[in-house]
């Protein structure tokens, strides 16, 4: 598979601020992938989505060096509206940042702002709004939504724009359980029926183990892991150390094996510690 986003020696830093928010990002990405990134807070993350649609270092405009190139276009070169139309951003908290007062204004917005043609908007809209399960909400006020249907409002907006990469920072966060796994179906259906490729932000690790294919791991601006959600999980002594909780299950099966019980891989989610618990039942 050939690579839809390209990051070479990426470094960046606010404004008047000392300590870069981004060091040294080298990164390459396939297309059609599911990845991860997760991080304790102020460790880049929001700032490291902005770089893909070109918000950094066009809206935020601090001191950048090295190259983003997302399908084939280098972020510095190209504005944002050029960009918009292969990366879509939702960023944290979107849903809050809702403003027309209906559904049908919120959703038809970006792809206004594109210049793409009346009756075509109004099909893209169509097609966006049954993707995420609100055919019907058309002339419903975003702000009286719940969290989880404002959150797939937001993200109907950016597929509107028909964008082959959807960055998403923080979707479910503030989200009850509910809401939260009918916003990740939706994610993983933009990657297994639309192929898109999907870069995802998030604090819960169980939809990480559950739905990415790597795991982007980020410590103070700086890439520090890289892998299966598997190879990054195995890691306590990282994970530890940068106050991320691997899944319960990882977390239970990394503890017997700093006791001496004989592990063999650690386990991701609760079907495969089950298999590794029987095994060592039966082995000892
Ligand atoms: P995360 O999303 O992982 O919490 P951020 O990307 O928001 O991290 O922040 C990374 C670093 O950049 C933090 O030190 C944060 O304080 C700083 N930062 C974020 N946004 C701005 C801004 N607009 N101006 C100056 N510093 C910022
Ligand atoms: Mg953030």
Known sequence: MPSIIEIKDLTFSYPHTEKPALKNINLSIETGKFVAVIGP?????STFCYCFNGSVPRLFNGDMNGSVVVAGLDTYENEIPILAEHV?????????????????????????????AREEIRKRMDEALAFVGLSGFEDRQPSALSGGQQQR??????????PEVLVLD???????????????????????????????????????????????????????????????FSQAELLRRIHIRPPQVSEVALELKKCGIPIGQIPINLEEAVVEMERLRHAH
């Open 88 to 116: 879509g951003l939702v960023v944290q908290n979107a849903r809050s940042q809702l403003f027309n007062v209906t559904v049908r204004e919120e959703v038809a917005f970006g792809c206004e702002n594109l210049g793409v």
């Open 41 to 45: 807070t102020g460790s880049g993350k």
């Open 153 to 162: 409002v937001a993200i109907a907006c950016v597929l509107a724009m028909q």
């Open 170 to 232: 923080e979707p479910t966060s503030e989200l009850d359980p509910i809401g939260s796994e009918q916003v990740m179906q939706v994610i993983s259906r933009l990657n297994d029926e639309l192929g898109k490729t999907i870069i995802l932000v998030t604090h819960d690790m169980d939809f990480v183990t559950h739905y990415a294919d790597r795991v982007i791991v980020m410590n103070e601006g700086e890439i520090v892991e890289d892998g299966t959600p598997r190879s990054v």
